[in-house]
């Protein structure tokens, strides 16, 4: 039996059968480490499909209260808290699904005693042969070289809301208002951890395709990241 238990927390919102992608995914994974997936859900027609689809142990279903995100992940790190900082939660998705043998790589990072957070690396899913799909391999690309630099000068940086995971025992919530990849990270980094990347660590991403959900996505990012400003003005920008 092993001494580290892995949460996989997946927030999802009314789909269900990309919700059941994303577990899939992570039942597939092989590890010697027990886990248990966590699906956080509004909508019960989603658990209802999840279950027709899946009969697993594994896999938990939390209706969550349709009180906002950064909510329904307080409600999980009041649940799930243990001073057990070998214990690892990882957050992700509905919407997105991860690599065979990304929860092995993300445990492996965590061997490092200093570690206390890790990112994955998303991939765009999208083709590179128009124009918002070059943006997003671009985009990500760029995100790639980044994170690889500050890996290795063990600096701190902000993490992908689409995969990536803490010690269990170091935050106990989040802050409203905020995107929770990026105050989570700086919880974690306060704390005298190091924030690290496990780039083979993948999770596949369907990019905006269209100029309108484009900018709805950058004007939705930017107000979040101009929240930082006031509720963790220390929090170092990568």
Known sequence: MSNKMIYIIITSYKEPKATLRAVNAFLNQKIK????????????ETEEFIFSNIKSDKVEFILDPGE???????????????????????FTDGDVYVSNNSLKEIVKTFNN???GGVTGR??????????????????????????????????????????FAIRNGIVKETYPDVPEDCVIPYLVWKDGYRI???DKAEVYVQYPNNFSDWVKQRVRTIKAHENLNKIVPDMPRT
């Open 113 to 115: 005693k200093e570690v």
């Open 196 to 198: 690290a990347y496990a």
């Open 68 to 90: 906002g995100k950064p909510y329904a992940l307080n409600m999980l790190f009041q649940m799930l808290f243990s001073e057990n900082k070998n214990d690892i939660l990882v």
């Open 122 to 163: 998303p991939i765009s899913t999208n083709p590179r042969n128009d124009k918002f799909g070059y943006w997003s391999k671009v985009s990500y690309d760029g995100i790639d070289k980044v994170r690889k630099k500050l890996n290795e000068q063990k600096k701190f940086m902000q993490c992908s809301g689409y995969l």
């Open 33 to 44: 480490e027990d886990f248990k997936i966590i699906v956080v859900d509004p909508f019960p």
